[in-house]
C-alpha cells in the first residue's frame, strides 16, 4: 500500500503490506498494516479511543464531570450507579491524564 499521507510513526516509510485485522469491542474490525521498512505494525485513522475498553460516550461524561469540579472517586461511582459499570477512580485519574495531554489546556 503507497499513500503519501499514510507515514509510518517510527520510519516515515510510506510503504506497507496488510496485515491482518484487529476486531473491536464493538464487533467491527480495523486493517492493521506493516511497514516495509522497518516492521512496524499500525492501524491507520484510529481516534484516541482505540485499544479502550470503555465507549468514548463514558469517557467523555467522566471528563466533562471532572471538568466541572468532580472528584474522582465521585466520577467513578456516578459510573457505576447510572450506567451499571464497574470502574476504579484511578481509571478516571488516568482517562483525565491521557486526554487532558491530547487536547492540550482545553481540560
Request: glycine share 8%.
Amino acid at each position: 500500500m503507497k499513500d503519501p499521507q499514510n507515514k509510518c510513526p517510527k520510519c516515515f516509510s510510506t510503504k506497507f503490506r496488510k496485515s491482518g485485522f484487529r476486531k473491536l469491542c464493538d464487533g467491527s474490525k480495523r486493517q492493521r498494516y506493516t511497514c516495509k521498512k522497518c516492521g512496524y505494525i499500525l492501524i491507520f485513522y484510529e481516534n484516541g479511543f482505540r485499544k479502550m475498553k470503555n465507549t468514548p460516550q463514558n469517557i467523555i461524561e467522566a471528563l466533562s464531570l471532572i471538568q466541572r469540579g468532580v472528584s474522582y472517586r465521585d466520577v467513578a461511582r456516578y459510573l457505576s450507579e447510572s450506567r451499571g459499570l464497574k470502574i476504579n477512580h484511578t481509571t478516571v485519574l488516568y482517562w483525565y491524564k491521557k486526554f487532558s495531554q491530547i487536547l492540550g489546556n482545553g481540560l
